[in-house]
């Protein structure tokens, strides 16, 4: 049982630095829409 629970925590973390870089990776491309176009979403707003 508690080997089982330090697999389940070691996933827990490989996905919480996976959605962390995917969130890094996402503003990166806001900011670069952003200082391409002027617009928060381009062709949008």
């Not at 996905?15 to 381009?42: C, D, H, S």
């Amino acid at each position: 049982m508690n080997n089982e629970s330090k697999v389940i925590e070691k996933e827990k973390i490989v996905a919480e630095k996976l959605n962390g870089r995917f969130a890094m990776l996402g503003f990166v491309a806001l900011l670069g829409a952003y200082l391409t176009t002027g617009q928060i979403i381009p062709g949008f707003i």
